[in-house]
């Protein structure tokens, strides 16, 4: 008989294990489709702030903020340089605190290039702001197409804003 009940006991204890593991498990994917979610409005909320600021910097200077590196895009994310680049000039001018991506990795990141005039085919000087790519699925993707370039295709499941000077 006590061996019976041990056994018993056993199967009780990792019947309860189970369960513990699966509840863990439900309750890890259950946040981290929150943290998804929270990740992609701190993105909503730096696009607007992203925005704002190179608004700001036009209206000032008459001009859009120039490039910081000689790479196609500035980007948020750059494992070789540390610095930050992205938006240097907003941030000396104090229009714009560091913003960058909650995950800031190569998949998901923000980056920021000034084009010449005839770009493209773009007749005049033009900036584009991306969010490389939400976690989510969205429906706005915002806007930045040229002749010969449609800036939203690169980054069909980010958002685009495209200034012209």
């Not at 600021?53 to 196609?72: I, R, S």
């Not at 070789?80 to 000396?92: D, I, M, V, Y």
């Not at 605190?97 to 010449?116: A, C, G, M, T």
Request: proline letters at 4%.
């Amino acid at each position: 008989m006590p061996n019976e009940k041990s056994i018993k006991s056993l199967v009780s204890i990792i019947f309860i294990i189970i369960i513990l593991i699966c509840g863990i498990i439900i309750f890890g994917v259950y946040m981290n489709e929150k943290w998804r979610s929270k990740r992609d409005v701190r993105r909503r909320v730096d696009i607007q702030t992203a925005m704002k600021a190179v608004n700001f910097y036009l209206l000032d200077k008459n001009k859009l903020p120039q490039n910081e590196t000689n790479n196609e895009w500035d980007s948020s994310y750059d494992p070789e340089n540390k610095n930050q680049t992205l938006f240097k000039s907003l941030r000396e001018e104090e229009l714009l605190s560091h913003i960058f991506d909650p995950k800031n990795d190569l998949e998901h990141n923000y980056r920021y290039h000034r084009f010449e005039a005839g770009e493209y085919g773009c007749l005049r000087p033009f900036a584009i702001f991306q969010v490389t790519n939400f976690e989510t699925l969205v429906n706005d993707n915002g806007e930045g197409v040229c002749p010969e370039r449609n800036f939203v295709a690169e980054a069909p499941n980010g958002y685009t804003i495209q200034w012209f000077e």
